[in-house]
């Protein structure tokens, strides 16, 4: 059955109902430009989503060297053919005109066009000098979490044996961060337990700080269809807004910014002290239970009610439903992560299956989730503060072993001190010591906190920026070099999802111009800088992605994260398969934990854990002594007031966060025609109560103030929490005339620009939403409504007080349900990428 859905009017598309422990209907969603239909389409190309974390498989749609649309593919287990908003429309903006196709340098004040090789000519003489005069500590590399596992792999290996850097993060710090460094609190290493099939078989649901719907919209769907079934599950949703998850639920608790811990303590005293924990799985798997007993002994619904302002009865009534769960799922993402308290809060959601033992079984886990499409490779390889392969940096074995792979000696690879995450990163070039940072495929002048200070800081000459993107950002106007880099679609590689599944993306197209793979430009730069082994051979051996693929298994190989049975002629046709995947287990791994707990022994753990409430790390004779025989370990943690809260000049709390039809700072998303429309320009979210005590009403021009900076947006009145203000952090400056900063004629519109330079001492993630903010009238609407959607967490408090705001004519995509389509013609293009 084929229907056409207007998809920016209904963004989770049409339902399937189906009932618990069945399988999944497929839906096979499908765009194709205006005037093309899949009979004209001359080839199909195998990829998957690189706009959210959920790994949607497609195939991208291709005639006469260019994309003309996308579908859905139906045998994939992430999606069975669904696509949402991003994945539907915002393939257009790699055709945009203003699309990076030459190097620029800076000459004069000026970013000017050249060749490759002067660009990189100049990049490969800063770093000798830079190397020669102030040490491998003056270079740092900042990168994203939408490159592919191949890049990342080569970018680690070249900073840290190549340079010999320990400043190597991506701007994953700022959305995985947390859940890396729960896990491998909670576990000992990182690797989601879970399983996105664990929805088909839950007959409880959580949702902590996530708001699905608009950050993995497809898993909603998967939720959707579920609650439409046969069984449905019962839903908890932790969140201050009223999302469409909120909207579901049967209980729906909407918190105070910066109170998780109290609320989650609180949770676990009504589960222990109604004796709803697993004995045996506690005695045989874990360490830790007894402190967590006695530190949330006396942390009762009322004390939590009265710090958290969430009725006690409502806390009770989450309680009985996660405690009485035949099989209870979790999932966490920002609300938790990007708050006060962020890595002791998500230790505190794996402790409620821990006492629960609710692990390793359908149905029965907890997904730490991502929030880029890549950020789990950025793990895994290394690019993003840890060692690649999940190996611990304070374990002279694990160094040891790394180096064999990569052929230099330990001494090579820095490990005196943590990896250097992106905050701190920061910090150095603020104060002088490190000289040269280069920025691949983000945009921190609008990503970061407190933008007023990083502007600053890349605006210092004695920084030398290179930005390596496809557009001409916000953070790229501030560079010395720019390198246009491919993109999705143009370039082959393979990257994970956020519950372990590998997918491989083929090259469709070609790039525009002389922009290059982000691999090619790191081998470039690596056979340029002649980095070499401890033999004198290259130190970086492999020349193409299939090649660089290869070499990350050997690395991977007997650690968590083990690649060695996949290769790209497994994940080329089929579905995607979950790691670890080995001889032993060919097929991939569906749940991990399903016998125990596998890495946490002293011996092979990532991490000997940290400190919840300081940071500061274990080492191996504190960790041997609490965990010697390698069990889960549960970690009480003690609530503590947020570092900044409301006062008389600034009242509310400020919190930021997405919407479903942009990702990120909207440098692809923005030059999507439907999906621009949806939410174009920047609003600010205010409950009726506090719109009402202000006099200010829908529509008007609103400041939200705070000692860093401003935002003036369009107001929406919304139920979210009273005394809390929303902003979505996705708006800049480069669709402006300001170019990359507020000015005389365009006032702040970056939501960053009132964020706190803060950051959770254990994971090292910002937190963006805990900030102290003052809300003003600049002027009234005289009719306008605010620029923000009808249909997600942004709906209006009274639904005819704002008219339908999706704009312009139906973004219509065909929906076709019991059929998988025609894929026998999908293909990828299996030549070489030499470029």
């Known amino acids: 059955m084929d229907a056409a859905v207007d998809r920016i009017a209904l963004p989770w598309g049409s339902r399937t109902p189906y009932g618990r422990h069945q399988a999944w209907p497929e839906r096979v969603d499908t765009c194709l430009e205006e005037g093309v239909d899949a009979g004209s389409v001359q080839r199909w190309v195998q990829t998957a989503s690189v706009l959210h974390s959920d790994g949607d498989a497609m195939d991208i749609a291709v005639l006469d060297g260019r994309m003309v649309g996308v579908r859905g593919r139906a045998q994939d287990r992430v999606n069975r053919g669904r696509l949402e908003p991003k ?4 393939w257009r903006a790699g055709a945009s005109a203003d699309r990076l196709t030459t190097p620029l340098v800076r000459r004069d ?17 800063r770093s000798r000098e830079l190397l020669e005069e102030r040490g491998p500590g003056s270079i740092g590399f900042y990168t994203t979490g939408q490159l592919f596992l191949e890049e990342y792999y080569t970018l680690a290996v070249l900073a840290r044996a190549g340079i010999g850097t320990n400043h190597l993060d991506g701007n994953t710090r700022l959305c995985t961060s947390t859940a890396a460094e729960a896990l491998k609190e909670s576990f000992g290493s990182d690797g989601q337990p879970g399983s996105y099939d664990d929805i088909d078989h839950a007959d409880v649901i959580a949702l902590f700080g996530h708001n699905i719907a608009e950050t993995q919209p497809v898993q909603w769907m998967r939720i959707l269809d579920r609650l439409e079934g046969a069984d449905p599950p019962r839903l908890v949703c932790v969140d201050p807004r009223r ?63 009265r710090i958290c302002d969430v009725p006690a009865a409502r806390i009770r009534e ?20 990007q708050s006060h308290q962020a890595t002791a809060a998500a230790v505190q959601i794996n402790n409620l ?35 690649p392969g999940f190996r611990n940096w ?37 104060q002088g010591s490190l000289r040269m940072l280069w920025i691949s495929g983000t945009n921190p002048a609008v990503s970061l906190p407190e933008l007023s200070r990083i502007r600053s800081i890349l605006e210092q000459e004695r920084l030398f920026v290179v930005v390596q993107d496809l557009f001409l950002t916000e953070t790229a106007q501030l560079a010395d070099v720019v390198l246009p880099a491919a993109t999705w679609g143009e370039k082959t590689g393979t990257f994970t999802n956020a519950d372990r ?24 730069y690596a056979a340029r800088m002649d980095f070499r082994d401890k033999d004198g051979g290259p130190l970086i051996t492999w020349h193409d992605p299939q090649s660089a693929f290869e070499a990350w298994k050997r690395c991977s190989a007997g650690r968590p994260c083990d690649y060695t049975g996949l290769t790209y002629d497994r994940l080329r046709g089929g579905t995607g398969i979950q790691w670890p995947c080995t001889e032993q287990s ?94 174009p320009d920047v609003w600010v979210e205010a409950s009726a109560s506090d719109a009402s005590a202000l006099g200010i009403d829908e529509g008007d021009l609103v400041e939200v103030s705070t000692p860093r900076g401003a935002v003036r947006g369009r107001l929406r009145v919304t139920d979210i929490r009273p005394g809390m203000l929303f902003i979505p952090f996705h708006y800049g400056y480069w669709d402006t005339k300001a170019g990359y900063a507020p000015d005389g004629e365009t006032p702040g519109r970056a939501a960053n620009e009132t964020t706190v330079t803060d950051w959770d001492p254990v994971s090292k993630q910002p937190l963006f939403k805990t900030a102290a903010a003052a809300l003003r009238r600049v002027e009234r609407g005289d009719g306008d409504t605010a620029p923000a959607p009808t249909t997600t967490a942004s709906a209006p408090a009274r639904a005819d007080a704002v008219p339908d705001t999706t704009g312009g004519p139906p973004a219509l995509v065909n929906e076709s349900v019991g059929a998988a389509g025609d894929v026998g013609d999908v293909g990828g293009n299996r030549e070489e990428d030499s470029r």
């Open 586 to 679: 060919p097929h991939g791994t569906d749940r991990l934990y399903t016998d125990g707990i596998s890495w946490a022994h002293p011996d092979v753990c990532e991490s000997y854990g940290k400190d919840l409430v300081t940071g500061a790390t274990n080492d191996d004779v504190e960790y041997r002594s609490l965990n010697p025989d390698g069990k889960a370990v549960i970690k009480a943690a003690e609530y503590l007031p947020p570092h900044e809260t409301p006062d008389d000049d600034h009242p509310f709390q400020l919190v930021t966060g997405r919407t479903i039809y942009h990702f990120h700072t909207r440098t692809k998303t923005g030059r999507a025609p439907q999906l621009n429309r949806a939410a």
């Open 87 to 90: 994945d539907l429309f915002a």
């Open 318 to 337: 989450a309680a009985e439903l996660l405690g009485t769960a035949d099989r209870l799922l979790s999932t966490v993402l920002q609300g938790v992560y």
């Open 353 to 387: 299956h821990l006492i629960r033992g609710m692990l390793g079984r359908p149905g029965a886990g907890v997904l730490q989730m991502n929030g880029q499409p890549t950020a789990q490779n950025t793990r895994e390889c290394g690019a993003d503060g840890d060692l």
């Open 109 to 125: 004040g000026h970013l000017v066009e050249c060749d490759w090789a002067t660009a990189m000519d100049r990049i490969v003489a």
């Open 243 to 305: 999302t469409p998850v909120a909207r579901k639920a049967t209980v729906h608790l909407a918190p105070r910014a910066g109170t998780n811990v109290a609320l989650l303590n609180a949770l676990l005293h009504e589960i222990i002290r109604t004796d709803r924990v697993d004995h045996d799985y506690i005695e045989a798997h874990t360490v830790g239970f007894e402190e967590l007993a006695s530190r949330v002994k006396d942390c009762t619904p009322e004390w939590a009610a």
């Open 394 to 430: 304070q374990n002279d074995a694990h160094v040891a072993e790394l180096a064999a792979v990569w052929n230099v000696e330990p001494e090579t690879i820095p490990h005196y001190a943590p990896p250097t995450h992106a905050m701190q990163m920061f910090r150095y070039a603020e």
């Open 501 to 524: 599944t590998v997918h491989l993306s083929d090259r469709a197209v070609d790039p525009p111009g002389e922009a290059k793979a982000d691999l090619d430009i790191f081998l470039d």
